[in-house]
């Protein structure tokens, strides 16, 4: 019969070996929002976009509904409807496909090169922030009554011709500005 020993516990641990580290709730969120880890990030892009899915997946929904049958009014107004129309697309292409293949990037090409983390970790951080930023500017100033975007219901926004010669800036300047702000942090 052999007897067999524990491995000793490292100098200064009041933890039995083995045993898992227990933080608070709290510090994994905090440490999730401020990550430069290539990984994290990924994994934030890819939430994100699928959020994004999930929002312009229910605006498709509204708008293939509204198309049931002719004469059926679920949208109100046709500009309410080409507003919907903008938003998804933009919501699908700017806020869903591009940040998807941003974050399966952050995720595994470091991974696939053998790299411990990309080359400038913060900017990618930042180019994270920014994109939730501009997406979050975007759809917040849809869901604004007074913000609401004049657009001819193209999902690359072609400007249509002016109803009046009155047609306020103000009201697409929301998506106008978040737009550019969103795409901007997908190049780095």
Same mark, same amino acid.
């Given at each position: 019969? +052999?007897? +067999?020993?524990?491995?000793?516990?490292?100098?200064?641990?009041? %933890?039995?070996?083995?045993?898992?580290?227990?933080?608070?709730?709290?510090?994994?969120?905090?440490?999730?929002?401020?990550?430069? @880890?290539?990984?994290?990030?990924?994994?934030?892009?890819?939430?994100?976009?699928?959020?994004?899915?999930?929002? /312009?997946?229910?605006?498709?929904?509204?708008?293939?509904?509204?198309?049931?049958?002719? /004469?059926?009014?679920?949208? %109100?107004?046709?500009? %309410?409807?080409?507003?919907?129309?903008?938003?998804? &697309?933009?919501?699908?292409?700017?806020?869903?496909? +591009?940040?998807?293949?941003?974050?399966?990037?952050?995720?595994?090409?470091?991974?696939?090169?053998? !790299?411990? @983390?990309?080359?400038?970790?913060?900017?990618?951080?930042?180019?994270?922030?920014?994109?939730?930023? &501009? =997406?979050?500017? !975007?759809?917040? #100033?849809?869901?604004?009554?007074?913000?609401?975007?004049?657009? #001819?219901? $193209?999902?690359?926004?072609? $400007?249509?011709?002016?109803?009046?010669?009155?047609? =306020?800036?103000?009201?697409?300047?929301?998506?106008?500005?978040?737009?550019?702000?969103?795409?901007?942090? =997908?190049?780095?």
């Amino acid at each position: 019969m +052999t007897t +067999t020993t524990a491995p000793a516990r490292p100098a200064g641990s009041s %933890q039995p070996f083995g045993a898992a580290k227990v933080e608070r709730k709290g510090n994994v969120l905090v440490k999730w929002l401020t990550s430069t @880890d290539h990984k994290v990030i990924g994994y934030l892009y890819l939430i994100t976009s699928f959020i994004y899915f999930c929002i /312009g997946g229910v605006m498709a929904l509204i708008i293939r509904a509204q198309l049931f049958e002719p /004469g059926l009014e679920i949208i %109100q107004t046709r500009e %309410q409807y080409n507003q919907l129309f903008t938003m998804h &697309g933009t919501i699908m292409l700017l806020m869903f496909a +591009t940040p998807l293949f941003a974050g399966f990037a952050n995720v595994l090409m470091p991974l696939q090169i053998g !790299a411990p @983390d990309v080359a400038f970790p913060r900017l990618n951080a930042f180019a994270y922030w920014a994109f939730n930023f &501009g =997406s979050l500017m !975007a759809v917040a #100033g849809f869901f604004t009554p007074r913000v609401r975007l004049r657009s #001819g219901g $193209s999902p690359i926004s072609h $400007s249509p011709r002016p109803r009046s010669r009155r047609a =306020s800036a103000a009201t697409s300047g929301c998506w106008a500005s978040a737009c550019p702000v969103s795409a901007r942090s =997908s190049v780095r």
